[in-house]
């Protein structure tokens, strides 16, 4: 601090002696051109027409090349290029339109119904009725199990429930005779409902050889084969080594492909859109597209929103069902889905170019009857791809949409010899933007 004040010190000394230096080459300056100011005050009519006669050819001279170069200059360069000259643009005339707005995610095709056929008890494969990959239809018969053991088993109490409802009835006869009691009418009505239900339970068990199908779909590839020990209750395992492929747990699984329903999450702040004008007898449409075939499209209806949002993805699970006659779709696809959520009735959309970012904030230039340009503040509602929903400005408004770099307020345009685009009359798809893949839904 101490040499900055130092140096503040010493400069404030030096100022006297600077002002004396200006004043000094100012008074040199002055006994200069005081001659020449003097020749001039003294300069009078008589003078100046002496003057002017004498030179007046150089004066002339003089005058013509000014005026010469002055109408060059403007040959030149025209007064149009020098102050810019009307702008060249292409703009829009926008207009009132009723806008869907679309919401695009990814999601997983699933299975509608899916059945993992697994044994009831632990026996061996007698046969096996259907092939890899049949068409099945619910209540076909699957597999055979080895069924001596229990149909024996079912004949033996069928046998005893058939001799004790006929002891019964002639329990039933006695009693009219008096020849037995009704306590004993009763222990034999007792006896021949305990022989049913056991010849009842030997059914069942005995129907537990013969598998059905529960549900209509398409069988996978069978895990079993005739000869084959199955157990209750496995966890399905497979085991793959040099010589073999070994399986336990589902025989099957019979998939039902149509329809076939897809699964995809919705982010959270999409949630008003999902909620706002939706009815329970108007189902929300989707189109959905799997893998890279963006051709083969694909439409159905929502089914479920989910009643609960996943805080660990901050999104909504939606479920939609779609027909699949060709069976083109299997479970486990990766899936493009465009759900239409919504309508914006009356909304306006411009080109997504035409907004310019200004300090304050979003503008767009309008042109007016006598081609000048004018900025008109806006606010985006939304915008994807392209098209943007604002708010601001009124239909008919002439928009700028080329060539509004160097505009400015009140400056003269003029149209590109191109045609102006006219606005189109079938309605604008405003998307919202995807959200990432999830890991659940990538699994």
């Known amino acids: 601090m101490s040499k900055i004040e130092s140096a503040l ?11 004396n230096s200006v004043k000094a080459r100012l008074c040199k300056l002055w006994q200069k051109l005081s001659p020449y100011i003097d020749k001039v005050k003294k300069i009078d009519y008589a003078t100046a027409k002496e003057f002017t006669l004498k030179y007046k050819w150089r004066i002339l001279m003089v005058l013509v090349v000014v005026c010469a170069g002055s109408k060059a200059i403007d040959y030149f360069f025209p007064a149009t290029g020098k102050t810019g000259g009307p702008q060249t643009i292409t703009s829009i005339v926008v207009e009132e339109k009723d806008i869907p707005l679309i919401i695009e995610a990814t999601g997983t095709i699933i299975s509608s119904s899916i059945v993992d056929i697994r044994p009831m008890t632990t026996n061996i494969v007698k046969a096996i009725h259907i092939k890899d990959g049949q068409e099945v239809k619910e209540g076909e018969l699957l597999f055979t199990l080895d069924d001596r053991n229990d149909r024996a088993n079912y004949e033996k109490l069928k046998a005893l429930a058939d001799d004790s409802q006929k002891q019964y009835l002639r329990a039933k006869e006695l009693v009219a005779k008096n020849f037995i009691s009704k306590a004993g009418l009763e222990t034999s009505l007792a006896n021949a409902k305990s022989a049913q239900a056991a010849a009842r339970s030997a059914e069942v068990q005995l129907s537990y050889d013969s598998i059905r199908s529960p549900i209509a779909g398409r069988a996978g590839i069978i895990n079993v084969f005739p000869g084959s020990l199955v157990q209750a209750s496995n966890v399905v395992t497979t085991a793959t080594s040099s010589t073999a492929t ?24 999409d949630i008003p859109l999902l909620m706002e004008d939706k009815r329970a007898d108007i189902p929300l449409k989707v189109k959905v597209s799997v893998g890279n075939d963006a051709k083969s499209i694909y439409e159905g209806e929502v089914l479920v ?19 699949n006659e060709k069976m083109t779709l299997l479970p486990g696809q990766f899936a493009r889905v465009s759900l239409n959520a919504n309508t914006l009735k009356d909304a306006i959309a411009v080109p997504s170019e035409a907004i310019v970012i200004s ?33 601001g400005i009124q239909a008919g408004d002439r928009v700028v949409v080329e060539g509004k770099q160097n505009l400015r307020p009140g400056g003269k345009v003029h149209e590109s010899k191109k045609e102006t685009p ?14 990432a893949p999830s890991t659940a839904e990538k699994k």
Do not use: C, H, W
């Not at 076939?260 to 702040?269: D, T």
């Not at 006219?422 to 959200?435: F, G, L, M, Q, Y």
């Open 9 to 19: 010190d010493k400069a404030v000394a030096k100022l006297p002696a600077l002002k």
């Open 246 to 269: 070994s399986s336990v747990g589902s025989m099957v699984t019979i998939t039902q492909l149509n329809p076939i329903n897809v699964q995809f999450v919705v982010p959270e702040k």
């Open 305 to 323: 929103i989910d009643n609960q949002v996943d805080p660990s993805i901050a999104a909504v699970r939606v479920r939609a069902q779609i027909p």
């Open 359 to 391: 300090p304050k904030g979003k503008v767009v230039y309008i042109v007016d009857k006598d081609d000048k340009v004018s900025p008109k503040p806006i606010k985006v509602v939304y915008e994807y791809q392209g098209s943007t929903v604002i708010t």
């Open 422 to 435: 006219k606005p189109s009359s079938k309605p604008t798809e405003t998307r919202v933007a995807p959200p």
